[in-house]
């Protein structure tokens, strides 16, 4: 544990906490939300208004910036947060989660994985050794160990073996990140949905020690009921006084419910991206702009919300600059919908603090269930 990366719990709420992550970069304000800069980018976000909807750190993606720009580019113009222009906190995932989502021809050994790029075919290698490397010159403050994301299904054999895997290589990514004052390396608990393989995971990362852990191999396809079955166990399992993160989680109400089991820090690229398609994510649940029910509506997607989208435009604007493939209609409904993700976290942060985090899910899920506005 450095001294200048550490985490401090200020309440709890049955299982929920918050407190805050503080790295040498500024804060992190939990339970946080952490945007998706995939290719060192929040797609249609400027930085400063990404930071302007509340995020205290961005997420970037190892595998996408290894391929392009290349890490030792990004380290030579001075690493990534001087490259995208956000000075705040950067987490990096270790690659290994894309690298078996989106590159061909894959083979995995004991040793790490070797893949062929997306982009141009050309044939790279990541290891928990090489993955620890490039996420030191991009720079990043939290960075996770490389592992193997568990497919879903996967049998118990499947899933402990793979969970095994993952746990000699996050021995070798602690070995590989060294001492690096101020940045911190977290442990990643995998077991899929078996409850004996996460107790397994979870022990054995905990005699290696980290300075936070996340639960991974979930939202892979097992649906919000089997998650929230592994959700109420699993961060129990996990050091209280380390930052629990939930990868790529999620909707909402995903998100409600994790905190609700003791889950800190998540990132998703669902507000985003829907952003890009249409889709708004608002009190009222999603909201599908595309809908020729809004051609004619001058109200404001949401009255309540202080966002440039909400508070300057129609839905009647909203849904033509839409239809007629405007840029600014991605930019404005990502603007909504992290600037949504963020009042959400902030209203879970004060219920947690002020003891009311349960009559705060009720009138979540109540607003949820009332559905969109009528009509006009
Ligand atoms: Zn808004």
Request: glycine residues 10%; hydrophobic residues 40%.
């Amino acid at each position: 544990m450095t001294a200048s990366f550490r985490f401090t719990m200020s309440a709890t709420d049955g299982a929920a906490r918050t407190g805050t992550v503080h790295t040498p970069r500024g804060d992190i304000r939990t339970p946080a939300f952490m945007p998706v800069g995939t290719a060192a980018t929040v797609k249609a976000m400027m930085p400063e208004s990404v930071r302007a909807t509340g995020a205290d750190i961005l997420l970037g993606n190892t595998y996408h910036l290894m391929l392009r720009p290349g890490a030792e580019r990004v380290a030579r113009l001075g690493g990534l947060h001087r490259f995208m222009n956000w000075e705040r906190p950067i987490l990096t995932d270790s690659g290994g989660f894309q690298v078996m989502s989106l590159a061909g021809l894959r083979k995995l050994t004991e040793e790490g994985v070797r893949f062929k790029s997306h982009i141009d075919g050309s044939v790279h290698h990541l290891s928990p050794e090489s993955s620890m490397e490039i996420q030191r010159l991009l720079g990043s403050d939290i960075v996770m160990c490389f592992d193997e994301c568990t497919p879903h299904p996967a049998t118990e054999p499947v899933a402990a073996e793979s969970m095994r895997l993952s746990m000699r290589w996050a021995l070798r990514s602690r070995e590989a990140f060294g001492d690096r004052p101020g940045h911190a390396l977290f442990g990643i608990q995998q077991g899929s949905v078996f409850r004996d393989l996460r107790e397994e995971s979870a022990e054995k990362l905990r005699a290696i020690g980290f300075e936070g852990y996340a639960i991974g191999g979930l939202a892979v396809g097992e649906g919000q009921e089997a998650m929230f079955g592994v959700l109420d166990y699993a961060p129990g399992m996990l050091p209280e006084d380390r930052p629990r993160y939930l990868m790529g989680v999620g909707k909402p109400d995903d998100i409600v419910g994790a905190v609700q089991r003791g889950v800190d820090m998540f990132d998703c690229v669902l507000p985003s991206r829907s952003g890009r398609t249409g889709q708004a994510l608002t009190r009222f649940g999603a909201v599908n702009i595309k809908n020729a029910r809004h051609l004619d509506d001058p109200r404001p997607l949401d009255p309540e919300c202080s966002c440039p989208a909400c508070s300057q435009y129609s839905r009647a604007y909203l849904h033509h600059v839409f239809k007629a493939g405007e840029i600014l209609s991605s930019m404005l409904l990502t603007w909504h919908n992290l600037h949504y993700y963020q009042e959400l976290m902030q209203g879970l942060r004060d219920a947690i603090s002020a003891g009311t985090l349960e009559d705060f899910a009720r009138a979540f899920h109540a607003r949820r269930a009332e559905g969109d506005v009528e009509p006009l």
